[in-house]
């Protein structure tokens, strides 16, 4: 029996009965996941390993006040802000565990690990997207998802969420609270730690 396949708390879609957990390989260096919500935090965890010299990276929309200084500047569009922590395997591991289900069910955030040293990067995308990449080979993030009983799909029959989006079937992304918490506090508590605002960018 097909196990269900779940979706995270900021995310509100409908139709995703043809959905299931799957990668496929879209380069020799890139894969692309789509993962039932319940299986995300222990495949990030497993392929943080994985990262030399890792850092930390997460992206949160702008507030109204910020896109409106923003169009004041001249820039439309919506816009996110990137901030950066240069991390240990220990300290990834500690964000993960105390933020990890807050970052996963929240539908606005975009977050991920990536490295000081070589082009490796995980990417935690909207619609429950996650992205592998490694300029030395993905072998390693495809062991990975074999322990976590993530099969490979071909490309035709590969079911992400937002292809599921359409004008009869649209969809929401919504800031999260999780015990008392959403990721504009977790970024205060982080900011004590040297989580630095490197960016702000146009999004997708």
């Known amino acids: ?17 043809k959905v299931k957990s799957s990668y496929i390989r879209t380069s020799d260096n890139e894969i692309n996941c789509v993962l039932s919500a319940d299986k995300i935090k222990a495949t990030i965890k497993k392929a943080v390993k994985l990262i030399k010299k890792p850092y930390f990276f997460l992206e949160v929309p702008c507030t109204d006040v910020q896109e409106a200084e923003l169009a004041k500047a001249g820039k439309s569009g919506l816009h996110m802000q990137l901030y950066n922590l240069e991390v240990t395997h220990d300290v990834a591991y500690a964000i993960l565990k105390r ?20 082009e490796t990067e995980i990417y935690v995308k909207p619609f429950q997207s996650i992205m592998f990449y490694s300029e030395n080979g993905i072998s390693s993030f495809e062991d ?14 590969y079911v992400s969420l937002d292809s599921l989006i359409s004008e009869d079937n649209p969809s929401d992304r919504v800031l999260v609270e999780l015990n008392g918490e959403t990721v504009f506090d977790m970024i205060e508590n982080l900011k004590e730690v040297g ?10």
């Open 1 to 17: 029996m097909q196990e269900s396949f779940k979706i995270i708390e900021g995310l509100i879609i409908s139709g995703t009965e």
């Open 99 to 118: 933020y990890g289900d807050l970052l996963i069910n929240d539908g606005v955030t975009n977050f991920g690990f990536c490295s000081l040293e070589t």
């Open 144 to 157: 990975i998802l074999k322990q976590e009983n993530i099969p490979e799909c071909k490309k035709d029959q």
């Open 195 to 204: 989580l630095t605002l490197c960016d702000v960018i146009e999004e997708d």
